[in-house]
């Protein structure tokens, strides 16, 4: 039996295996498929350094031990086969190569460098479609190849020696089998584990698919006006629904011993059930593809984040992937990928002399600039991409309670408690103080506040506001007062200008210690992470500590009905759902609150990227 159809469109043909992998054999013949096997005699000698990437290298290969095998067949037998498979796998670490060792000691630095750390494992795969005319060969190639990361846990001298000693590594690329008694020393794998055992048979079935049964002419049209990549999976084939019977090539659709594969299904013209007519498609959803895609490219820039790929490009000289591949101690083939995503988003430029930032990857996706949102990003990457994965329960369940539908797990997140760890807390601190640059100055000129000469930002972080604050109104001394924890990491966020002297930090709990006294206080997205009860507690501390004339100023993001359709709107509004302990609050709930605690004249102004900017009088008791 065939699990994968489309392996049935081999079954009438002589293939061969051109490989001497008894690995490779046992997971095609468990397969279902038929074939000889010839191994090659092609001697993998090739020049690495010749090739742009390690898989290059190994696909070459792969294509030279088919064609060899081929050749030799169609010279000797003169009997062709239909079709030759060649493979090669290596082992790709810090840029090096590595097939099989060639002795013991070989073994054991092969395995020294992989110990402990992750390497990929590719194979190069080639199908070679052989026909014969007038007694020459023709030969038509399709290659592919796999990536699988391997890692290694931290192994003693000894464990290496009694693996080596065992004699598997010996015809094994990297010096492991980790079908054997290898897997012992493998922490884990992301990716095809038949991969790295020699042949990634997923992948295979999909190139046969694409082969065999190629996307109708219109989509191929259409996915190329969109760009959005041939849907690949190789489910629910058969001869008779795809109508094709022989592997299409390219464009031409030339075929080997039949007529050329790659034509047009017949467009029937009875309407369908969603009442389109075959020969006339629906159209293309685009946006919508674009959308479900949304979140592979937030992943991309998380990961190019995380890997400091901005880091190293910084300077203006562009950069080949082989180079800043091994700068992030990162796979070739990964790195040059995601390369290729980022340019794609705009993220990187690229030119025939390598990849280089964009002017804005350069303010904003370098760890270290002063507009740098990396700490951001890292924070999204490391909390809200695991918080939004309980969206499905925080929506049925309806509940921002905490101990609802997230439970406990949830409000570890958003650290309702004394952040974990001091890394931690520095990237809160970074993020926040990211956030706050691009917010502060239309946040600290919504309003003329110039009548005020002293101010007290609660919960201010870094003092980005402040700052800002300071340098809108010249004779304005800010004191930002926030938790000990963070005034701890301000200093590694301030920069050197005339407004720095006006600006001085003070450590304490805003719910419990006493407030600074200050003629304008500011509470800028600070409100929305709290309930109501405290909202009530701080507000009351405030009042009772302004005088009559002194200010409020609120900046919060604000769900009204126009907000809503903005995007950032749209993901605050499920940050609330999510959130376990804040809460979300008109304008109008806000403009109460105000008043409640009894500051009046209430202005509300815009305070830019959907955020308002509320400003109270405190009115005589
Ligand atoms: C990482 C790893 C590799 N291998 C074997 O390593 C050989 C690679 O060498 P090759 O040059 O690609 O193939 P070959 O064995 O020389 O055969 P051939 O195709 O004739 O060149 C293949 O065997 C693979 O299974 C395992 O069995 N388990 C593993 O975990």
Known sequence: MVLCPVLGKLLQKRVVLASASPRRREILSNAGLRFEVVPSRFKEKLDKASFPTPYAYAVETARQKALEVANRMHQKDLRTPDVVIGADTIVTVSGLILEKP?????????????????????TGVAIVHCSSKEGQLDTEVSEFYEETTVKFSDLSEELLWEYIHSGEPMDKAGGYGIQALGGMLVEYIQGDFLNVVGFPLNHFCKKLVELYYPPRREDLRRARQDSIPPVDSFENLSDVEAGHSEPAHGEAGRGWDGPGAGGDQQAGSAPKADGYRTAEPPPFPADLLELIDGFKASKALFTACKLKLFDVLKDEVPQKAVDIASKV?????????????????????????????????????????????????????QHTWNLFTH???????????????????????????????????????????????????????????????????????????????????????????????????????????????????????????????????????????????????????????????????????????????????????????????????????????????????????????????????????
């Open 102 to 122: 060639v002795d013991k000691q070989d073994a054991y630095r092969m395995l020294s460098r992989l110990n402990g750390k992750e390497h990929s494992v590719c």
């Open 391 to 621: 969206l499905e329960s925080a929506v049925r369940e309806g509940t921002n309670q905490g101990h609802g539908a997230l439970g406990r797990k949830a409000q570890d997140l958003f650290q309702d408690g004394p952040l974990q760890s001091k890394e931690d807390q520095l990237r809160c601190v970074g993020a926040t103080h990211g956030l706050a640059k691009l917010t502060a100055r239309p946040a600290a000129t919504a309003f003329d506040l110039s009548r005020f000469s002293s101010a007290c930002d609660l919960g201010g972080c870094t003092g980005a506001l402040a700052r800002e604050l300071a340098r809108e109104y010249p004779r304005l001394q800010v004191t930002v007062f926030d938790l000990p924890d963070v005034i701890e990491h301000v200093s590694r966020f301030q920069r050197d200008g005339p407004e720095t002297a006006r600006v001085r930090f003070l450590a304490g709990d805003f719910f419990r210690d006493s407030l600074p006294r200050a003629e304008l206080y500011v509470l800028s997205g600070v409100l929305h992470g709290w309930p109501d009860d405290r909202v009530h507690a701080l507000l009351r501390r405030v009042s009772d500590g302004a005088g009559p004339g002194a200010g409020l100023l609120l900046v919060e993001a604000v769900p009204d009905a126009e907000d809503r359709e903005a995007r950032p709107g749209l993901a605050r509004c499920l940050d609330a759902l999510l959130r376990p302990r804040g809460r979300e609050r008109s304008l109008a709930q806000y403009r109460r609150l105000l008043e409640q605690h009894g500051f009046g004249d209430v202005q509300v102004a815009p305070a830019g990227h959907g955020l308002a900017a509320l400003l109270g009088t405190r009115v005589a008791p």
């Open 329 to 381: 101690d990162a796979s070739v083939c990964g790195t040059e990928r995601l390369l290729d995503v980022c340019a794609t988003l705009g993220l990187l430029e690229k030119s025939d002399r390598g990849y280089r930032n964009t002017e804005s990857s350069n303010l904003y996706l370098v760890s270290d600039g002063e507009h740098s949102l990396h700490d951001f990003i890292m924070y999204n990457d």
